[in-house]
């Protein structure tokens, strides 16, 4: 059996002695029989770290880890930096609780300060939380926190990321908003239908830029359009990488830019740990849910930082709070803030151009060889039809270790670029596919 | 601590000045001290309906949000605007620092002498 | 000094080589004209900055962390380690499920632990939190009345001394929240209850904790969850406490419908600095069709080959977040849960609550106990109602006097039955010598509050900062840096 507790059998009789009890299970007496457990947990007997570093090798070993990937569709594979796992593997900062007592705290709690800063940088807003779960639940909490007594409606395009829709539907499930969605028209929200659906009840509009297939919005006249109704706000969902090189949301309007951080130093990983990122113009501030730190002095007048704005939240309002988060992902967001800084204006811009440039190669040599790519303005992520099978197509790329697109149906397939890919992969994807 | 003549009150800590067919709404300087340094207050819009008993606005301290609850029902034709970026003025001056004025009032609460107030206040002791 | 601060204009990290493929951009309309100010650092002040960064905090390795309701304990090395192994690092969501048996097989064997220490029937994990998995269970709750056509069961019950999340949680759900008060031995009162539910068709459900906030194990539990039940509600545990019960009590044999786990708290994983954690919820088997995200199950439809796949619930509720949930963090569970057994996870449980009543009964003359119990489980809070009476020392002072003592403060002013609030749990991770340490210091301070308590009102003194102007800082909010 592996064990953490560190008091020995003896010490811990003593420890019982010394408050008057005989055996550990006199600590127990008051608890009905009817709730005990009878006999054993089943379960395996415990193991030695050694015993258990292999076991859990093995499973590791179970999946395939593809050196070559070109899907995307939500979470993307970019190069992570060493200084980023070296940082968020201190084990002060990866241990350390949620930064309440903010004496002992000024570690994490500027770390947080700097993402908001880089954050509101990127996305050219005013204020950022300091994370919450994912892309997903970050979009879902920003529709949620739109809501007023006489807007009770969200428009979210349906060329957003699947997933998130379902997130968004789920919590709209919750509250009890109504959810509308907008219709696809080439690839990209349909103007002429968000015109339709736009009335006073509607609290916000929500689109992805770029979009599920890739597709840069028309994001300038969505914002327009959703600012035409008084109430209505804007949000924007953005893949952060890309504000290397696109627009901030701010630019194109929004009052909220939303998005998956993992993009920005956290590995693929199964799924998560990501993180959400939400950021809103000044007067919207206290709609964002979860922490927020502010900058403060204390008695002595030296600069400190706190968690400030907290009557919003649920520990203090309870019912009445906007959102029940409490737990967030600041672990991943100090990895953010790691990865930015490491990255620099240059290196982020780098990044948005590499996965801009290869995505465009990448799709001309796809036409060269028959394919169709469905998208005309497009960021790192297309979509091809062809007449070959798409399990035909992906089969042969994953015997050469190679993890193609993902497929949207039985032509299509989502193809996504990063720096990652290089023209030599690109090319043996086109050369292997030339074959089949 | 100042229980001003001109106001009623409400058992909630809300004063009430009325002029005309007008009423001036604001916190107790008792109110205020009780709650501490206020950091901010969310106040309804103009044109929003109050009713009594109802909240209709609410005040943040630090660790606290506490509501305030309207001694009138009708109509809100001003808010204070400067509350929103200076709600230290609340603990500066409490009747200074008014929250909402009234119009089209067709119910009030239970009002109460500032002396009556000030016996109240002390019993809350 | 902030790292925009130290930022150099030409300095960077050399992450990575020159694009290899004609450089293109997208249209004049879509590129960004704002500039960038992120940090220009070289990689040695990057490591400085944030080696500096975490000196100017507390970790679980930086000394004794008695955070009521957190959980505290040590975080294993070794669930690190496995959880940064490549094959669970670098795969990506979106692979075929042959290609990913292990994940798989992680959280297969994960939520199979999870339901016998529970007593539940099947596991999800997907919610990234607590909080997260509350909404889960309610959403859960709600499914099932609807699916049972009762859609006017909205109320649901929690008790005065809940945790803020639980209303929050609840009115996402679109729930009305009942406070019920407790007993002033700080259990639900069962007349209360009774009063509250007998007859009553829209009451949704309760939302507990077992032993609850106060550190106490409710003996009524049963009587509990039967009179929910009756009258047609479900019963939900918060399983912010279960580290004191983990091997001897399962919420299922208490009469819960479904649970929601923190792998953050009682399966040892890291809190990150306020997170990622992870929520896994579970429920029983009339539940199990509502619930989000997918199974996993032991045949591939598609393929019809004996691998593991994923399956979706007839009925399922949705996606509480895209794809499974923190999964390197069920990875650092499921480590925890293999190295401890059966053995070892009782064990666990049984050393945290010796740890909490030793600390208790030592401090038991100094501090008074609120709803003074003979024993407790794996915390207990104090009332410094009398010292803040009779010296002016309060819960908060007595706190930052321990920041100065190198000792994380208990969980303060919470719950909020309670006025001045200490609430610790010291974990089955420390050893009676930390623990004798920490109660001389308690002491010391208590002895401290009375001979001079001006000093306690300055403390901390030997911290980075000292205490910081929150209220400026929310008056006047300055949430980012401002660049020149």
Redesign the interface.
């Known amino acids: 059996m592996g064990t953490f507790v560190p008091n020995t059998k003896a010490q811990q009789q003593e420890m019982l002695k010394e408050i008057g009890f005989e055996k550990l299970d006199d600590l127990f007496a008051h608890i009905p029989d009817d709730v005990k457990l009878k006999g054993d947990l089943n379960l395996p007997d415990g193991m030695s770290e050694m015993e258990v570093s292999r076991e859990m090798k093995i499973i590791a070993d179970e999946n395939i880890v593809y050196d070559t990937i070109f899907r995307g569709a939500g979470a993307y594979k970019h190069y992570i930096p060493a200084i980023v796992g070296n940082v968020i593997s201190n084990e002060t900062l990866q241990t350390a609780y949620t930064p309440y007592q903010a004496e002992i705290s000024q570690g994490v709690l500027q770390s947080i300060f700097e993402y908001q800063t880089m954050i509101c940088d990127l996305t050219g807003m005013d204020v950022s939380n300091a994370s919450v779960y994912d892309g997903g639940t970050a979009a879902a909490e920003a529709v949620a926190m739109c809501r007023e007594r006489k807007q009770n409606k969200a428009l979210v395009s349906g060329a957003i990321q699947p997933s998130v829709m379902k997130v968004i539907e789920t919590y709209c499930f919750g509250n009890g908003m109504e959810l509308e969605v907008i219709a696809v028209k080439d690839g990209k929200t349909d103007l002429d239908d968000l015109k339709a659906k736009m009335a006073d009840d509607v609290a916000c509009v929500y689109i992805q830029h770029p979009n599920y297939f890739g597709n840069l919005e028309d994001a300038a006249e969505i914002g327009e359009i959703a600012h035409s109704a008084k109430k209505c706000k804007y949000i924007m969902g953005v893949n952060p990488i890309t504000l290397g090189v696109l627009k901030t949301p701010r630019e194109y309007g929004a009052d909220f830019a939303v998005g998956e951080g993992q993009p920005l130093g956290l590995p693929i990983a199964f799924g998560g740990p990501y993180i959400g990122f939400m950021a809103s113009i000044d007067s919207m501030k206290r709609k964002l849910p979860g922490r927020i730190v502010g900058q403060t002095t204390d008695h002595n007048g030296k600069i400190g930082y706190v968690l400030t704005l907290q009557a919003r939240e649920q520990h203090i309002r309870r019912e009445k709070a906007s959102s029940n988060i409490c737990s967030n992902q600041a672990l991943c967001a100090l990895a953010v803030g790691v990865y930015l800084s490491a990255m620099g204006n240059e290196g982020i811009k780098n990044v948005a151009t590499q996965c801009y440039s290869k995505a465009h190669y990448m799709a001309k040599r796809f036409e060269e060889i028959g394919f169709q790519v469905e998208n005309k303005d497009f960021f790192h992520e297309f979509v091809t039809t062809s007449d070959t099978d798409i399990h035909v197509i992906l089969k042969a790329l994953s015997e050469a270790g190679i993890l193609g697109g993902l497929p949207l149906d039985s032509h299509r397939i989502l193809w996504c670029c990063t720096e990652m890919n290089s023209k030599a992969d690109i090319d043996r994807v086109i050369d292997i596919l030339k074959e089949v | 601590m100042e229980f001003k003549k001109e106001a009623l009150y409400a058992k909630s800590h809300e004063w009430v000045i009325f002029d005309g067919d007008e009423a001036t709404i604001g916190i107790s300087d008792y109110a205020q001290s009780e709650l501490g340094?206020l950091?901010?207050v969310?106040l309804p819009e103009e044109g929003d309906e109050v009713e009594v008993g109802e909240s209709f606005a609410d005040v943040?301290?630090?660790?606290?949000?506490s509501d305030i609850y309207s001694p009138v029902t009708g109509v809100v034709a001003e808010i204070n605007e400067e509350l929103l970026d200076?709600?230290?003025k609340i603990n500066e001056d409490a009747f200074g620092a008014w929250f909402i004025k009234v119009k089209d009032i067709t119910d009030k609460a239970e009002l109460i002498s500032a002396e009556e107030y000030e016996a109240f206040c002390e019993s809350e002791e | 000094m902030l790292v925009f601060e130290k930022s150099r204009p030409g300095r960077g990290v050399s992450a990575l080589p020159e694009c290899d493929v004609e450089i293109l951009k997208p249209e004049e309309k879509d590129i960004r004209t704002s500039e960038l100010h992120l940090p220009e650092m070289a990689e040695v002040d990057l490591s400085r900055h944030y080696t500096e960064l975490a000196k100017k905090a507390h970790g679980v390795n930086d000394g004794f962390y008695p955070l009521g309701s957190c959980t505290m304990k040590y975080n294993p090395r070794v669930n690190e380690k496995i959880a940064a192994l490549p094959g669970f690092t670098d795969v990506h969501p979106l692979q075929p499920v042959s290609t990913v048996q292990g994940c798989l097989r992680v959280i297969k064997e994960t939520s199979e632990a999870l339901c016998e220490i529970t007593g539940m029937n099947q596991f999800t994990m997907q919610p990234a939190a607590g909080a997260h998995g509350e909404f889960t269970g309610l959403l859960l709750i709600k499914a099932y009345h609807l699916a049972n056509g009762e859609p006017q069961r909205t109320k649901i019950i929690v008790p005065d001394s809940a945790h803020g999340t639980n209303p929050a949680s609840a009115v996402m759900a679109g729930m009305e929240v009942i406070n019920v008060d407790s007993t002033d031995k700080g259990l639900v009162d069962l007349d209360k209850l009774r009063e509250v539910c007998e007859g009553n068709d829209q009451i949704a459900g309760l939302m507990l904790t077992n032993p609850n906030t106060a550190g106490l194990f409710d003996p009524n539990i049963k009587e509990i969850t039967d009179i929910i039940h009756e009258c047609g509600g479900q019963c939900y545990y918060d399983g912010a406490n279960l580290n004191a019960v983990m091997g001897w009590a399962r919420p299922g044999d208490m009469g819960f419908d479904c649970v929601h786990l923190n792998l953050h708290k009682t399966f040892s994983t890291p809190h990150g600095g306020g997170g990622p954690g992870s929520g896994p919820v579970g429920c029983k088997e009339h539940l199990a069709k509502f619930m989000p995200g997918v199974k996993v199950v032991d045949k591939d439809a598609h393929s019809g080959k004996d691998i593991l796949s994923f399956a979706k619930a007839e009925e399922s509720l949705g996606e509480m977040k895209s794809f499974y949930g923190n999964f390197l963090v069920v990875v650092k569970a499921l480590t925890y849960i293999k190295m401890l057994g059966k053995e070892g996870i009782p064990e666990a449980s049984k050393n945290a609550v010796l740890n909490a009543n030793y600390m208790m009964q030592k401090l038991k003359g100094a501090y008074d106990m609120a709803f003074e119990p003979e024993v407790c489980m794996h915390e207990f809070v104090m009332d410094l109602s009398r010292q803040a009476k009779e010296t002016g020392v309060t819960a908060m002072d007595i706190a930052k006097g321990l920041l100065d003592n190198n000792i994380h403060p208990p969980t303060m002013y919470f719950p909020l039955t309670v006025h001045e609030a200490l609430m610790a749990e010291p974990c089955e991770t420390e050893s009676k010598e930390t623990l004798d340490d920490a109660i001389n210091v308690f002491l010391e301070l208590n002895d401290l509050a009375y001979s001079d308590p001006e000093k306690l009102h300055q403390a901390p003194v030997k911290t980075p900062v000292t205490r910081l102007d929150e209220v400026g800082a929310a008056r006047h909010p300055v949430l980012k840096y401002e660049f020149e």
């Open positions: 340094d950091v901010f969310n943040e301290s630090v660790k606290a949000v200076a709600p230290e």
